[in-house]
Antibody
Framework: EVQLVESGGGLIQPGRSLRLSCAASGFTFDDYAMHWVRRIPGKGLEWVSG????????AYADSVKGRFTISRDNAQNSLYLQMNNLKPEDTAFYFC???????????????WGQGTVVTVSS | ETLLTQSPGTLSLSPGEGATLSCKASQIVTISYFAWYQQKPGQAPRLLVF???GRATGVPDRFRGGGSGTDFSLTISRLEPEDSAIYYCQQYESFPPTFGQGTKVEI
């Protein structure tokens, strides 16, 4: 059974940094692209960033480009999101999600974690 | 960016009834790159259907996606109380992948 467990969220002041982690199990981690998706209160779901299996291809939403960095450690079956210069509009539930396609990044998501909440407020 | 607009915002129905959720795209999307998700309170989102005929593991055939061009739908037949959730559409043909704002279904 695929399991994705996020951690690292919390209450943080604007301008500060936070690092989210996602521990994956139940599948061959380095066979799949991985993503971060967030749910902003009152605004629905927003794809944040994605990384292919070997970290050669990385993409970001315009809203976080230059501030967030996605990375993965295939030896540790882990996905990360380094979030710098956080803004109040980054307040959201952040979900780790597994790409639905083997080997390629197709950008639909067949497994999700429970999420970790990030609140950016002074 | 392809904007997805879902309607209605909330749907209140009784067990056994059918539901049709709509999703309108701001530009043409190929159904091969269209998906629907379900999210219940306190739970992770769950992939329901994807592409022209794909259904995620464990999803009953009461859930059926369809549509073409800019108009897509999720049909849920024989509603059950556990179908109460927010449903999101998503396109992944153009970058960035985008979601609709969600339709809340109350049973």
């Amino acid at each position: 059974e695929v399991q994705l467990v996020e951690s690292g969220g919390g209450l943080i002041q604007p301008g500060r940094s936070l690092r989210l982690s996602c521990a994956a199990s139940g599948f061959t981690f380095d066979d799949y692209a991985m993503h971060w998706v967030r749910r902003i209160p009152g605004k629905g779901l927003e794809w944040v960033s994605g990384i292919n299996w070997n970290s050669a291809t990385i993409a970001y939403a315009d809203s976080v480009k230059g501030r967030f960095t996605i990375s993965r450690d295939n030896a540790q079956n882990s996905l990360y999101l380094q979030m710098n210069n956080l803004k109040p509009e980054d307040t959201a539930f952040y979900f780790c999600a597994k790409d639905g396609s083997f080997a390629a990044a197709t950008y639909y998501f067949d497994s999700w974690g429970q999420g970790t909440v990030v609140t950016v407020s002074s | 960016e392809t904007l997805l607009t879902q309607s209605p915002g909330t749907l209140s129905l009784s067990p056994g009834e059918g539901a049709t959720l709509s999703c309108k795209a701001s530009q043409i999307v190929t159904i091969s790159y269209f998906a629907w998700y379900q999210q219940k309170p306190g739970q992770a989102p769950r992939l329901l259907v994807f592409g022209p005929s794909g259904r995620a593991t464990g999803v009953p055939d009461r859930f059926r996606g369809g549509g073409s061009g800019t108009d897509f739908s999720l049909t849920i037949s024989r509603l059950e109380p556990e179908d109460s959730a927010i449903y999101y559409c998503q396109q992944y043909e153009s970058f960035p992948p985008t979601f609709g704002q969600g339709t809340k279904v109350e049973i």
